[in-house]
């Protein structure tokens, strides 16, 4: 598998782990729109080639997707799954570039093999409870609806697991992973203040990789900003390495 079809990949995965509410093929980009929640969910994911003569057109056809939604057109730019020259089109057109974040991957056996000793208890679930979400949208759930984004968690098919870490009694920390076709994403990692040099993160990452180790997903892949220091730094130290950059595009 080249790199470019690894990267696509990915990030397929990682769409269908962030269901938008609307999603249309249009020769292989997915035009997404999820008006309640963040808005990269809702941004189109244009993989593949696509000839110089007809990009201008796609694009165009793109807006009219978005437009008929009474929303604008924002692309993900993933530089080895896109066409090479469509960063140059958009900006050209006014899009404007926005966020710069790493995808990265992992295998899953070394993730487990980083668990913390004496940290937080981790507990599981297949679904998403209101002692996990209250957690995860205090720390990360400024960018969209509450109610939108709990929608969008039960929009996801594939086999998927919510991690939430306990001190006292108390949910401090949480993440969640999505099992696809060999692969397990890694999403939500969501920390209180009070939790975070506790080992708590890397517990719930450890249980994560537990579990996706018993789902038969072999790799680990996740996406973070890369202003992101303190994320950047957990991640690292229990195995992740970057793949690729990617950012997005947007009018105005």
């Known amino acids: 598998m080249s790199s470019s079809e690894m990267v696509r990949g990915v990030q397929e995965r990682a769409a269908r782990a962030l269901p938008a509410e609307y999603v249309a093929d249009m020769d292989g ?24 003569d007809a990009l201008v057109r796609r694009v165009v056809a793109a807006e009219k997707f978005y437009a008929a939604h009474g929303a604008a057109a924002r692309f993900q730019i993933t530089p080895p799954a896109c066409p090479e020259a469509l960063d140059t089109v958009l900006a050209q057109r006014g899009y404007r570039r926005q966020g710069s974040l790493s995808l990265q991957t992992a295998s899953t056996v070394h993730v ?14 297949g679904q998403p409870s209101r002692a996990w979400f209250e957690v995860w949208h205090a720390v990360q759930g400024h960018s ?21 870490a306990v001190i006292g009694g108390d949910v401090v920390t949480v993440g969640r992973a999505v099992v696809d076709t060999g692969w397990a994403g890694v999403f939500g990692m969501a920390s209180l203040p009070d939790a975070r040099g506790k080992g ?25 900003e890369r202003d992101n220091s303190p994320a950047l730094r957990l991640y690292e130290r229990v195995g992740f390495s970057e793949v690729c950059r990617y950012h997005y595009r947007a009018v105005g």
């Open 29 to 52: 980009w997915w035009l997404r729109h999820a008006p309640r929640c963040s808005w990269w969910i809702g941004t189109v994911l244009p993989h593949g080639e696509v000839e110089q």
């Open 112 to 125: 487990l093999e980083q668990a913390p000793t004496g940290a937080p208890r981790v507990r599981l679930d």
């Open 144 to 164: 969209g609806d509450a109610r939108g984004e709990w929608d969008m968690l039960t929009r996801v098919q594939r086999p998927s697991a919510y991690a939430r």
């Open 200 to 224: 708590a993160a890397r517990s719930v990452l450890a249980a994560l990789a537990d579990w996706a180790a018993g789902h038969r997903a072999n790799r680990m892949y996740l996406q973070v």
